[in-house]
């Protein structure tokens, strides 16, 4: 096994530039008369369905492909309390987005249970229901350090199911990544909350890297096989502009599915929906499924259905974007619900985002060459921890 590094990193500050924000789009005439629930599609006829929710930019792990120690260290400075979104912007924005076709709602970070109150957000955003009557499926992404002792509140308050977030089962190999000091132990302690809270199914993801944890990847597939558990495998993505993202230590997913099934033979499973970031597959002796998600090898923009809001306000169309739209001017500035529903619409109708599918200039090539990447990535992109994976 090869000892677990970290990734070597770029000295580069994380703020987000002034230019890199832009107004939300005035409304259409054709967004005015949209019936009510109708889609609304993008310039490649992608109708919006997912809207992650960043509630704050702050995380207590220090994980090197997202937030590096070397960048957000103590003198980092997070965004102050009066520039976050409040529960109530954050509903309206919501029940906006459901009445123009959103049917999940995922809550991130930074850490989302590093925001206060979390649970009264989610009893805000429960109740949605689409134009049709149907519930919103209410989810959660988090690290679980945190989430024993708040399990059954966000349960509580309505919400559905959690992404945990777990890179190794090896306590030093996790703890180097995570680089805060916090154990495996208490991550699977906060997994085992939320499965006695009814907070399923639940996923884990693990993302890999070569030379870092790619040792893990039995050990954690042995681990949650027969748990009810779906462990879902993520390549280590190019996201933002602070974590030195090189080629060579992105590990292929067919790779991983190949160990994995040469010690469990694995059957590939129908995809279960349109936008599904996983590549899914169920073990053939019962033991549970596993899922693949390959941004870098096998991109998935095609019918990539998600909209980001971040923790201030801004809205992302895609989660390598390097420009936001305003949002918060909007709800502050007065624009009556119509009004901004309108905007709303005509900002993903002008959406075409598809980096990863640009960033191999070949197609028939399986993974793209460093120098695509690096000239793909010419423009600095947003961090993830800004806007949530």
Excluded at 187 to 202: H, K, N
Aim: hydrophobic letters at 40%; glycine letters at 6%.
């Amino acid at each position: 096994m090869r000892e677990a590094r970290f990734i070597p990193l770029k000295q580069e500050s994380p703020t987000v530039a002034s230019d890199a924000v832009r107004a939300l789009p005035p409304a259409s005439e054709a967004a005015h008369h949209r019936p009510n629930g109708a889609p609304v599609l993008d310039t490649l006829q992608r109708p919006l369905h997912d809207l992650r929710i960043s509630v704050t930019d702050r995380c207590n792990f220090r994980c090197g492909y997202c937030m590096p120690r070397s960048v957000f260290g103590p003198g980092h400075r997070f965004l102050p309390h009066q520039a976050l979104l409040s529960f109530e912007e954050i509903t309206r924005t919501s029940r906006l987005m459901v009445s123009m076709g959103v049917r999940k709602l995922r809550l991130t970070g930074g850490e989302p249970l590093m925001r206060k109150h979390l649970d009264q957000l989610v009893a805000m955003l429960a109740p949605l229901q689409t134009p049709d009557g149907h519930p919103v499926e209410l989810t959660l992404t988090t690290n679980a350090s945190l989430l024993a002792d708040k399990a059954a509140a966000l349960k509580a308050a309505g919400l559905h199911r959690v992404t945990v977030s777990l890179d190794a089962l090896d306590n030093t190999i996790f703890q180097r990544m995570n680089d805060a000091n916090v154990s495996v132990h208490q991550v699977l302690t906060g997994i085992e909350a939320a499965q006695r809270a009814g907070l399923g199914p639940i996923k884990v993801n693990m993302v890999v890297q070569r030379g870092v944890n790619e040792a893990q990847i039995l050990p954690m597939a042995r681990h949650f096989r027969h748990s009810g558990i779906e462990l879902r495998f993520i390549e280590y993505m190019d996201v933002g502009a602070t974590n030195g993202w090189r080629m060579d230590q992105v590990l292929p997913s067919e790779q991983v599915w190949q160990r994995i099934a040469e010690h469990h033979p694995l059957l590939e499973l129908p995809t279960a929906h349109a936008g599904e970031t996983a590549r899914r597959a169920a073990y053939e002796d019962g033991a549970g499924t596993v899922g693949f998600i390959s941004s870098v090898t096998q991109a998935f923009c095609g019918d990539c259905n998600r909209l980001r809001l971040s923790t201030d306000g801004r809205l992302y169309t895609c989660l390598f974007a390097h420009q936001g739209h305003d949002l918060r001017a909007a709800l502050r500035a007065g624009d009556d619900d119509e009004t901004l529903a309108a905007r709303l619409q005509a900002l993903w109708a002008q959406r075409r985002d598809r980096y990863s599918a640009q960033r191999s200039m070949d197609p028939d090539s399986p993974t793209p060459s460093q120098d695509q990447a690096q000239s793909a990535s010419s423009v600095r992109r947003i961090e993830m921890s800004y806007i949530g994976g």
